[in-house]
């Protein structure tokens, strides 16, 4: 028979591990609550901010955005967020029920904080992302429409269709004259703007 003071102790433990705020380590330290960097909470339903360009094959997404072909999840797409760790978290495509792995890039969070950056993919107004959407002209809504940048359209278009520029190479994208994406880790994309803010140039 167990001692009743081991089971009093059992007992602590268990509570302690129950009701604890973040997970217990092996050694009965608290885990790290890394959902406090993101802004986010697992389990939540949040909105797609812009449109992804997924890596349909490994069903993983990098924060340094590569262009990736045939992998389109588009805006507004409802999700729910799954799992938050330290150098990615998950979350669930509430449409196709297909779960990915959004992985966050060295450079990305040494660049702008993961709040900052998360907040324009995950957002949780879907109103205000159909008002964005609402007043964009007809270039910008194909360009949105088919994942792709296009002569003509503007940054807050591009910023839809595409999402945004890797923060370690456009700090401040909505003053820069040109934008550089990756469409994989070794060929880019350059798109220059002209006075008006307008697509002028892609190479």
Known sequence: MIPFFLRQISFLLFSLFLF????????????????????????????????????????????ANFLLRGGLISWGT??????????????????????????????????????????????KDLGQVKARYAVLSEKDKDGIYEGVVKLGMSKAGILMALGYPPEYVI????????????????????????????VAHIK
Request: aromatic share 14%.
């Open 20 to 63: 604890s705020p973040t997970p217990l380590l092996a050694d009965g330290s608290q885990a790290p609550d890394y959902a406090a960097k993101t802004g986010l909470v697992a389990g939540q339903r949040y909105y797609l901010g812009h449109n992804i360009h997924a890596d349909q094959t490994r069903h993983k997404i990098s924060s």
């Open 171 to 198: 700090a401040n994208p909505l003053k820069a004259k040109e934008w550089i994406y990756w469409r994989n880790r070794i060929q880019k994309t350059y798109i220059t703007f002209n006075r008006q803010g307008r």
């Open 78 to 123: 409802p999700v729910k967020i799954t799992f938050i760790g330290r150098n990615y978290l998950t979350f669930s495509d509430l449409e196709t029920k297909q779960e990915y792995r959004y992985v966050f890039h060295g450079r990305t969070i040494k660049a702008k904080k993961l709040k900052f950056h998360l907040g324009h993919v995950f957002v």
